[in-house]
């Protein structure tokens, strides 16, 4: 009788540490999700001021989606919705610091800073995105980047984060 209290015991203690041990790990975030403001070149007129959100996965290899609303600055250029996915690689082994972007996705445009449907044209967009996401203690973050490709020439933009 007395070796099988000194076994449960043993078994308890083992357990409980166990548990403390977890207990102080950081919490391992999943998606974040973050809301993203840039400018982008979709023509030869001044650049749109774009609004939008981008939600992904929380991985070395991210996968994810963004959609941004585009106004133009020039009343006579077109107001933009761009619907991208993209598979972002982070140089790190953590999800944070220098990262690449491939997007894939469709842009819809509309005349004269108005967003009307149908919509007046479309195409699909894909491009290329290099960024460094700048950690802001354990679940937030903000992330400066640029990017290029089609339909637009090139944008540069700024996203701030909760990871979860």
């Keep these: 009788?007395?070796?099988?209290?000194?076994?449960?015991?043993?078994?308890?203690?083992?357990?409980?540490?166990?548990?403390?041990?977890?207990?102080?790990?950081?919490?391992?975030?999943v998606f974040f999700a973050a809301p993203v403001i840039e400018t982008v070149w979709y023509g030869r007129k001044p650049p749109s001021i774009g609004?939008?959100?981008?939600?992904?996965?929380?991985?070395?290899?991210s996968m994810g989606f963004k959609g941004i609303y585009a106004m133009p600055l020039a009343e006579e250029d077109f107001t933009t919705v761009e619907i991208t996915l993209f598979l972002r690689v982070y140089t790190s082994a953590a999800a944070s610091g220098f990262f690449t972007q491939l997007t894939y996705g469709i842009?819809?445009?509309?005349?004269?800073?108005?967003?009307s449907l149908p919509a007046e044209g479309g195409s699909i967009s894909i491009g290329?995105?290099?960024?460094?996401?700048?950690?802001?203690?354990?679940?937030?973050?903000?992330?400066?980047y640029i990017r290029g490709g089609y339909p637009y020439f090139g944008g540069a933009g700024l996203s701030t984060g909760v990871k979860f």
Excluded: Y
């Design 107 to 115: 842009a819809v445009f509309s005349g004269e800073r108005v967003l």
């Design 1 to 29: 009788m007395r070796k099988l209290a000194v076994i449960a015991v043993i078994l308890l203690s083992a357990a409980n540490l166990h548990a403390q041990e977890n207990q102080h790990k950081t919490p391992r975030h």
């Design 128 to 144: 290329v995105t290099a960024g460094w996401r700048l950690p802001l203690g354990g679940s937030f973050f903000i992330e400066p």
């Design 51 to 61: 609004f939008g959100f981008a939600l992904g996965s929380e991985d070395k290899v």
